[in-house]
Nanobody
């Protein structure tokens, strides 16, 4: 089993920055994709950014140029640096890990609120 624990959410003013972290533990295979998704009230969960173990990244168009995903494979940790935050970035952010051989895991979510 895999456990994902997120941290770093909170309240920030528009234009501000936050950094989310997600630490994975348990039976983790080296070939995997780690990433972030978000869900705003009344909306479906959507992709924010993903990064494979070998460094390939994918971003939602809405966050390109503002958010940066990174990971430390040795620590099984993924980060999301969020800059120039907008009110529409307000959501619960979920960490995700997918094993290439099968298995899809989610964290409990962390709230990000962008408001003045």
């Amino acid at each position: 089993q895999v456990r994902l624990v997120e941290s770093g959410g909170g309240l920030v003013q528009p234009g501000g920055s936050l950094r989310l972290s997600c630490a994975a533990s348990g039976s983790i295979f080296s070939l995997n994709v780690m990433g972030w998704y978000r869900q705003a009230p009344g909306k479906q969960r959507e992709l924010v950014a993903t990064k494979t173990n070998d460094g390939s990244t994918n971003y939602a168009d809405s966050v390109k140029g503002r958010f940066t995903i990174s990971r430390d494979n040795a620590k099984n940790t993924v980060y999301l640096q969020m800059n120039s935050l907008k009110p529409e970035d307000t959501a619960v952010y979920y960490c995700n890990l997918v094993h290439v051989i099968g298995g899809n895991y989610w964290g409990q979510g962390t709230q990000v609120t962008v408001s003045s």
